[in-house]
């Protein structure tokens, strides 16, 4: 009772009058204060997390940034400097080193490439500070939103400090230390100093380092002479350089390509115009190597073995640049003619069918995929490209690049492979779909695809100045990257024919004149003679002509006169002979077979010795390096060789070279070489060369400011063909080569010595006569007169 009247009291108490009081409210809290409470909590608790968090970062900072790595390594920048190779005019034609780099000031980048940086990588870099907070909220929201990590929030500050500093590894502690330094290195370099390190420090692919040798690495350019969309490609490649080159996979390429001209045009860097041409442009990317510098990987491979031996393993980092005495016009066009020359070869001896078979699905997208991944792992090669065959009929291929295009081959883009298509050649025997073929990329404006294969065949092509050896141009085959084998300087081979000059030579030293006649009969050689089997030599045209004047017999190559001109000298006469242009005693026996080259020489000792020939009689020694320098282009070395008429010794008398290069412009003008006629030139002079069953196929050229040599023949000796003679397989090669050698050489004859005489002969006899056929000789070697000439038929005039 009592309780009950205390609370009835209370109540009284607590109730309002209308005189205003306040309200009544519960004791217990309402929703609203509830939600106030709670907001307030958390966000005491969030302020206390964030100062106690800048207060831990701060603390962490403090003990962290006096320990970060010095700024010396970007303020003196010394990046590894891989070895350089140029050519006499200063093109670059090899680089080796653990990096591809050239270092460029920042002066020097091109705006747009500028400009396409900024806009794939780090749009703020002059607003920020090292670290682009804007960035960061932007990257965090796209994450969110796309539920995965799709944009990264590195600034080009940051890269840089990684790039110099830091690992790779996706850590706090990474991450923190990289703020830091970012922050450092702002404090310490300008905005563009900055930009200069990027530019010349990231990896783009392809073991290049910086922007100006990802250029030449995919395009063979210069940064200046880029396209807008080649820029952009180059700028996208920070991303996913391993995998995501143009090399490595185009279309991956491309289309990050395309996301950077897109970021370029919002920001206004190229107009509507610039982007639609950008998108559009095909992207040549520099993967068939026929660039000048890319044609030139045997002269490339030599210089780097030569630097090691002189400078060790320091050649690949500390900067060394080679000059070379190479001709980069020469050297291209030495390699484009030593690979039309093969894939001509090879034409004639018919299609030998696909690669490989790769099974495609039904549906054409699905095909074409199939195609691309199948193809990433075939790099072009000699400048073939690799395809798959997306559908096949008799009159055209349809087929799939390795660089992601579609074409179609129309029936004369086809005619190699015409026995292969259709239904009646049999299964095994068919281009059908899935099949794996090469292409050859169009040659000019007008050219188109056409259907090749890569050649078994082997060959080589050197080139020299003889006046001094300065090696101009040298092919050591196919392409370097299938085969490394440089058949210039390795390949032992028997010169066949080609070496007849030098037996000759040495004749002319025992008495033989170019009028002296030579029986060219029948010869056999019983073991007796021969130390062997018996040996009953032939013609290579299977006739016999009887007496010859040495002059026609070189001309047309007779093998019998050849063989009793040396029976006459002896073979070990010649044998020493030989030795004064270069070629080796012990690989060259003193037999009777001598005369008709079958010892063993290299294409190099051929060039060297028809140098001799070429210049009056001088032995001069080929060389390829010039001048070598080191990283501040001070000079380490320089070759100051021999010269004709200034150090250089005489080997052979003036009137023998230049009696051997009248008989051997008699070679090109009636005899076995007539297609080097094509050329229009008077000054030329050369032997054609073929071995027993044509294994090895030659021809040995010259004027008297160029000697060349072509060859070609199999890695494992076997015949070339039945036809298939240094005429008709080597000599191609060497006037496609001279049409551009001889362009700037003129047309100038070996100045005729003292001692050398004019007499008229019997072109039948060779003895002297009133009238006749004017022949040269040693002044002292005049034949005796004779009163009568007889007919001139058979005569080879001079």
């Known amino acids: ?267 206004g860097h190229i107009t509507d115009a610039q982007l639609d041409a950008a998108r559009a442009q095909p992207i040549n990317v520099r993967v068939a190597r026929l660039a000048a510098g890319e044609s030139a990987d045997y002269v490339a491979e030599m210089v780097r073995r030569e630097m090691v031996e002189r400078y060790g393993e320091a050649t690949y980092n500390s900067g060394i640049t080679v000059h070379t005495t190479i001709f980069s016009a020469h050297q291209a066009a030495a390699q484009a003619a030593l690979r039309r020359g093969l894939m001509d070869y090879d034409a004639r001896h018919g299609y030998r069918g696909p690669t490989r078979t790769v099974r495609l699905p039904e549906l054409p997208d699905m095909a074409e995929k199939t195609a691309d991944e199948a193809l990433q792992d075939d790099l072009p090669v000699g400048g073939l490209q690799p395809a798959i065959v997306l559908a096949a009929s008799p009159r055209e291929l349809k087929v799939r690049t390795r660089l992601g295009e579609t074409l179609t081959l129309g029936a004369e883009a086809i005619t190699m492979a015409k026995a292969w298509l259709g239904d009646k050649p049999p299964a095994g025997q068919r281009l059908a779909r899935g099949a794996e073929v090469w292409l050859k990329p169009p040659e000019g404006d007008k050219g188109s695809w056409v259907l090749a294969q890569l050649p078994l065949a082997e060959a080589a092509l050197v080139a020299i100045d003889p006046y001094d050896g300065a090696i101009r141009a040298l092919a050591g085959g196919f392409d370097a990257t299938r085969n490394q084998f440089n058949h210039v300087t390795q390949a032992w081979r028997q010169p066949g024919s080609s070496f007849k000059p030098f037996i000759y030579s040495a004749a002319l030293e025992k008495g033989y004149t170019p009028a002296t006649i030579v029986e060219d009969a029948p010869l056999h050689f019983d073991a007796s003679v021969t130390g062997s089997d018996a040996w009953s030599p032939q013609n290579y045209d299977g006739n016999f002509d009887g007496p010859l004047r040495l002059r026609v017999a070189l001309a047309k190559s007779k093998n019998m006169v050849a063989i009793r001109v040396l029976q006459a000298i002896t073979p070990l006469y010649a044998q020493q002979w030989i030795t004064r242009f270069g070629f080796d005693a012990q690989r060259n026996p003193p037999y009777l077979s001598l005369a008709l080259g079958s010892g063993s020489v290299t294409p190099m000792q051929m060039v060297e010795a028809y140098a001799v020939l070429a210049n009056g009689g001088y032995r001069v020694r080929p060389y390829l390096v010039k001048k070598v320098l080191d990283s501040k282009g001070r000079l380490l070395a320089e070759t100051r060789p021999v010269q004709v008429g200034a150090g250089a010794e005489q080997v052979i008398d003036a009137r023998n070279a230049w009696l051997m290069t009248s008989l051997l412009k008699d070679v090109v003008r009636a005899g076995t070489a007539t297609k080097a006629l094509s050329l229009g030139r008077s000054d030329i002079a050369g032997k054609t060369g073929t071995t027993n069953d044509n294994v090895d196929a030659w021809f040995a050229g010259y004027t008297t400011r160029l000697a060349a040599v072509s060859w070609i023949g199999h890695d494992q000796p076997r015949s070339l063909g039945a036809k298939e003679t240094g005429g008709v397989a080597a000599l191609p090669i060497w006037i496609d080569y001279m049409k551009t050698a001889l362009r700037t050489i003129p047309d100038k004859q070996l100045a005729q010595p003292e001692g050398i005489a004019e007499a008229f002969i019997n072109p039948v006899t060779g003895q002297f006569a009133t009238q006749g056929l004017m022949e040269y000789f040693y002044s002292e070697d005049l034949p005796g007169a004779e009163t009568s000439a007889e007919p001139v038929e058979t005569a080879l005039p001079h």
């Open 1 to 267: 009772m009592c309780g009950l009247q205390s609370i009835r009291a209370f109540s009284r108490i607590r109730q309002p009058t209308d005189a205003g009081r306040a309200p009544y409210r519960p004791s217990h809290p309402g929703p609203h204060l509830t939600t106030r409470r709670l907001l307030l909590g958390l966000a005491l608790v969030a302020t206390t997390l964030f100062l106690g968090g800048g207060m831990l970062g701060a603390f962490a900072a403090f003990i962290t940034y006096p320990k970060l790595p010095s700024l010396e390594v970007l303020t003196d920048y010394r990046p590894k400097l891989p070895l350089r190779i140029l050519a006499d005019d200063g093109k670059l034609i090899g680089e080796f080193g653990e990096e591809r780099r050239s270092v460029v000031r920042f002066k020097d980048v091109p705006k747009p490439l500028v400009h396409a940086i900024l806009a794939a990588e780090d749009e703020r870099f002059y607003q920020h500070g090292g670290i682009d907070y804007a960035g960061v909220l932007r990257a965090m929201l796209a994450n969110f939103v796309a539920g995965e990590t799709k944009q990264g929030a590195s600034t080009i500050t940051m890269q840089v400090a990684k790039n110099f500093f830091l690992s790779s590894e996706r850590t706090l502690t990474r991450k923190f230390n990289e703020a830091l330094l970012s922050y450092k290195i702002e404090s310490n370099l300008s905005k563009d100093q900055i930009l200069e390190l990027y530019i010349n420090q990231i990896y783009l692919g392809q073991r290049s380092y910086g922007f100006a040798a990802a250029a030449r690495t995919y395009f063979g350019k210069d940064l200046k002479q880029l396209t807008i969309a080649e820029t952009a490609m180059l700028a996208g490649l920070p991303k996913a350089p391993s995998t995501g080159n143009p090399i490595a996979n185009p279309k991956r390429a491309r289309s990050r390509m395309n996301y950077v001209l897109e970021r370029m045009h919002a920001l």
